[in-house]
């Protein structure tokens, strides 16, 4: 497809998840960095996403916001990417990838946050406590390479993000399932790109002189 696509960021943020999916479509794209103190609320980028959360995309036209829609979308819409298995087969990869922006999202940001739900709070709650959600994700990727089943897609770069991340702050226990897992993902030449291009604006940005 030839639109245009345009990649609204942070390297400090879950834009890096968005950047790891870019990579690995191989399509090209234009970057823009948003600043938490002022550019992420300004009028401009409101119009993009009224939430002023990051990121998102915009695709000609179309625009759309939130990690694991934007990971589902770049799928479909470049499908020579091979990064969705076909719609038949798509049982375990919507339910990891959303299981991920979910469940697992929730679940983390909650403790993180020092809730915890009581015993009998559990039904109310989307996740039922970290503890519950962790098992079920153990049960995604203790035995299988990846995610969804034997091949790489977009769920494990979002999900498997998530599980990356967590273990990296704390999050998420490092149980070996997970270890495995990230390691496995983590060095694609597409995901050791994205890591080199954030980490690469992230230096530039601390190196530049601060204003009095």
């Not at 679940?107 to 406590?129: H, I, Y």
């Not at 997970?178 to 291009?197: G, K, L």
Request: proline letters at 6%.
């Amino acid at each position: 497809m030839s639109k245009d696509l345009i990649f609204y960021t942070n390297p400090m943020s879950r834009g890096r998840i968005v950047r790891w999916m870019l990579e690995e479509i191989g399509q090209p794209y234009e970057t823009v960095i948003l600043d938490y103190a002022s550019t992420l609320k300004g009028a401009e980028y409101l119009a993009i996403n009224p939430m002023g959360k990051i990121p998102a995309i915009k695709h000609g036209d179309t625009v759309v916001t939130e990690g694991a829609a934007i990971c589902a979308y770049l799928a479909d819409v470049f499908p020579e990417a091979d990064l969705a298995p076909p719609a038949a087969e798509r049982g375990a990869y919507y339910r990891w990838l959303f299981f991920g922006a979910g469940p697992v999202e929730a679940a983390v940001t909650a403790r993180s946050l020092g809730f915890e739900p009581k015993p009998e709070q559990k039904r109310s709650a989307g996740f039922g406590d970290l503890a519950d959600t962790l098992n079920a994700l153990e049960t995604a990727v203790k035995d299988c390479e990846f995610i969804a089943g034997g091949k790489f897609s977009a769920a494990d770069v979002y999900t498997g993000s998530q599980i990356g991340w967590g273990m990296m702050f704390g999050g998420i226990d490092k149980r070996p399932a997970f270890t495995a897992y990230w390691d496995r993902i983590s060095e694609r030449p597409a995901a050791i790109r994205a890591r080199e291009i954030d980490d690469a604006l992230i230096a530039a940005a601390q190196a530049q002189p601060q204003s009095a």
